[in-house]
């Protein structure tokens, strides 16, 4: 209980720190709780705009708690850009692709022998939609299930408890509700000059349908999305080259592990070009043709491709739900700016996921979700947000918590590193892939570990026990004497933290 409440405090405090202006939760909670409303807007007791990640579970978890719900989408298929066009579909193409990259370059030296292997792509295809079908189809029996009221249809305010609905029919309704929440996600962010047609020019949405593989694939931008898309298309055989304008790739990422990472990504044949800015595209002609230069300045050079990735992140998506008439205030960046409730500086109007502050990832916009729901219910929610775990979904798979060695140096705390290298752990060895390390960050003088980062092919899994381990203040040592079944690849876990506050056994 004791750790709860702290937790929830560290949370309030987190927002207060980036929305000064909405600091005192009790104040407007006591406001919630007292207004009142016009005759019928109290319909539903919670209305949510966005049937994402963070839309949806918002909804669930508010039928669950009891409170009627009606969930506004605009796209007329449940999971928002995460399941339609964003996580869902690119790890089906992730898997696919490196099945066959497998079988081209690996199976004969575990004993299995083709005589030929080629990319049916439109199969592959086929397979990616039939996942984001089935799962938008889950998520609609989760609503009945749990009695959510779906409406599919463009939704915007009229009145911070009324929202006009166009729905995708050609009809129109209006949906009143005590509490909204508005979780419309993000979209891609444009580049100047930069026209995306989703055919030779696309966004990660593009990258997810090419009707064939280009021999030249340029990404411009070296995040996430970048490097996973570029993966996808790399091993079914385009020659991909990623444009760079910051002097790394994955900027946020711990730096030695980036290093690994980056030489990784190189053996499999991607090329970087770091510090470069893309002063123009020109699509006249057969091929698109980028002309680069320094980012600090210089000589400008060429770069063909069939195909153009821009990849250079994602902004709130907020634009026609009419904000201003009922005076939501947004940052500089548009994010909606919310206290530690999740509430706006409008009174029963709240907001979650990417359109506020804070990582845009699906898992965090699903915390948002129910922290919020659980506030509206008159219960107790938190979301640690120095505890949300990043994973890029390449092969090997780079994941992390907690806080890189670049920022426990410029916090000025005194510290240990414990590393394990995969080449030394059994399972990785026995399946021959080995490529990767454990990192571990612990304070020196408690033990207490302040960030994991894990290269590896199953990274994504690995993480969440450094995590849980994060928000229950573990030492290096708990992880350390914690017994891990052999062989497995969360032995590397236990052997960087024994390398952290001791030494480890197996280098």
Request: aromatic residues 4%; glycine residues 12%.
């Amino acid at each position: 209980m004791a750790m709860g409440s702290l937790a929830r405090r560290r949370a309030t405090a987190l927002f207060c720190s980036s929305s000064k202006h909405l600091c005192n939760g009790t104040k407007y909670s006591s406001i919630i709780s007292s207004r009142g409303f016009a005759s019928g807007s109290d319909e539903n007791d919670v209305v949510i705009l966005g049937g994402g990640p963070g839309g949806y579970v918002a909804a669930i978890k508010a039928a669950q708690l009891g409170l009627k719900t009606t969930c506004i989408e605009k796209r007329g298929a449940l999971g928002g850009t995460c399941l339609n066009v964003g996580c869902i579909p690119s790890k089906a193409l992730l898997h696919s692709s490196h099945m066959y990259h497998e079988a081209k370059h690996s199976f004969a030296s575990h004993g299995v022998k083709l005589t030929s292997v080629e990319v049916d792509l439109p199969a592959m295809m086929a397979q990616k939609d039939k996942a984001v079908g089935n799962l938008t189809k889950g998520i609609e029996g989760l609503f009945k299930k749990n009695k959510v009221n779906y409406v599919k249809g463009y939704g915007k305010f009229l009145s911070p408890t009324e929202i006009s609905v166009d729905t995708i029919d050609g009809g129109s309704t209006t949906v009143k509700g005590k509490n909204i929440i508005i979780a419309t996600g993000s979209d891609v962010k444009g580049l100047p000059g930069i026209t995306i047609d989703e055919e030779r020019i696309v966004s990660s949405t593009g990258a997810l349908a090419l009707k064939e593989i280009p021999k030249k694939l340029v990404v411009i931008g070296a995040g996430y999305i970048g490097l996973e898309m570029g993966s996808v298309w790399g091993r079914l055989g385009s020659e991909v080259t990623v444009v760079e304008f910051a002097s790394d790739i994955v900027p946020t990422m711990d730096g030695e592990v980036r290093k690994q990472f980056q030489r990784s990504l190189e053996k499999q044949k991607m090329k970087f070009k770091l510090k470069t800015k893309v002063v123009s595209v020109d699509t006249t002609g057969n091929s698109v043709k980028l002309t680069l230069e320094p980012a600090a300045g210089g000589e400008q050079t060429t770069l063909e491709a069939d195909v153009v990735l821009v990849s250079a992140g994602r902004i709130p998506f907020t634009a026609g739900l009419q904000l201003e008439k009922i005076g939501v205030e947004t940052d500089k960046a548009g994010r909606i700016l919310v206290n530690g409730r999740f509430t706006t500086n409008v009174p029963g109007v709240h907001a979650i996921g990417d359109v506020i502050p804070g990582p845009m990832l699906a898992h965090k916009a699903e915390e948002d979700g129910v922290a919020c729901v659980e506030f509206i219910a008159g219960k107790e929610g938190h979301v640690d947000y120095d505890l949300v775990p990043g994973v890029c979904y390449t092969h090997p798979e780079v994941a992390s918590v907690g806080k890189t060695e670049e920022q426990v140096k410029a916090l000025g705390v005194d510290y240990r590193v414990g590393k394990f290298p995969l080449l030394a752990n059994s399972r990785a060895k026995a399946i021959d892939d080995a490529e990767g390390l454990v990192k571990l960050i612990a304070e020196k003088e408690t033990d207490k570990i302040l960030g994991v980062h894990i290269m590896a092919p199953n990274a994504g899994e690995l993480i969440h026990e450094a995590v849980l381990a994060l928000h229950y203040g573990a030492s290096s040592e708990d992880i350390a004497r914690t017994c891990h079944a052999h062989p497995t690849m969360s032995e590397a876990l236990k052997e960087a933290a024994m390398a952290t506050y001791d030494k480890p056994i197996h280098i």
